[in-house]
């Protein structure tokens, strides 16, 4: 965290501007799409064309800006560990493989996190019809599962955007490097975790300073892990 901290020291404001731009331009997606999805259809039940249009529109937006917003937080980061200055044109020109790679990482989690879900929903169906008494454990166990894969995957972005692996490659990679060090992924997920906590409980402006701070402890902890030549604050 202390790497975290001196890396976003270095160019707060850089860090803190980006983030107002690219995270404001993503919540003007959220809420567009909220307006326009609340008129896909006519009351008698037809679509909407133009509102569904928007929709989509909006609904794409999201999703460019906020791997745009993490992608450009991550490249920023990764100058100030190596000890160089954080332009603003580095973040604002967007990475588009890499905005691609993180989208199928994201993606990728999604999928096992919701084949999880199922597989424990269907266990504790079956539970319930033969022992009713156990039938909350695949429920425990479901949890359990998640916070493992949290911490596991918790340097999942770092490897995909600053070490160009592949959705797959990413999450492989990011298996093997923590679970020798679980504990101290699991210790890494919950700081980061409270700092993006302090900045939603901010009215979401603290967001700003907390998200940027947060993927400047992730790469930090991505560069001590995977010992990049020219980290000059992990030395």
């Not at 037809?46 to 992608?71: E, F, M, R």
């Not at 999942?156 to 160009?164: D, F, Q, S």
Request: net charge positive; proline share 6%.
């Amino acid at each position: 965290m202390d790497q975290g901290w001196h890396a976003y020291g270095r160019s707060p404001w850089t860090f803190s501007g980006f983030a107002l731009l690219a995270g404001g331009l993503n919540l003007l997606a959220q809420l567009a799409f909220r307006q326009t999805s609340s008129d896909l259809f006519t009351p008698a039940g037809d679509p909407v064309p133009a509102a569904v249009l928007g929709a989509a529109a909006s609904l794409l937006a999201w999703g460019v800006s906020g791997l745009w917003l993490l992608v450009g937080l991550l490249r920023g980061a990764s100058a100030a560990l190596e000890g160089r200055a954080v332009p603003m044109r580095l973040m604002l020109k967007p990475d588009w493989p890499a905005m691609g790679r993180s989208l199928g990482t994201l993606a990728l989690i999604a999928l096992v996190l919701w084949g999880v879900r199922e597989l424990a929903d269907a266990t504790g169906a079956l539970l319930s019809l033969l022992q009713p008494l156990l039938a909350p454990l695949p429920l425990v166990a479901r949890l359990a599962v998640l916070i493992y894969l949290a911490a596991d995957q918790v340097l999942c972005l770092p490897i995909t955007v600053l070490g160009r692996a592949m959705p797959l490659a990413a999450v492989q990679s990011g298996r093997r490097a923590i679970d020798p060090h679980w504990l101290q992924a699991l210790g890494l997920l919950l700081v980061v975790s409270l700092m993006l906590l302090a900045g939603v409980l901010l009215l979401l402006a603290g967001l700003v300073v907390t998200l940027p701070l947060a993927l400047c402890t992730l790469t930090a902890a991505y560069c001590q892990l995977f010992e990049r030549p020219g980290n000059k604050l992990a030395r």
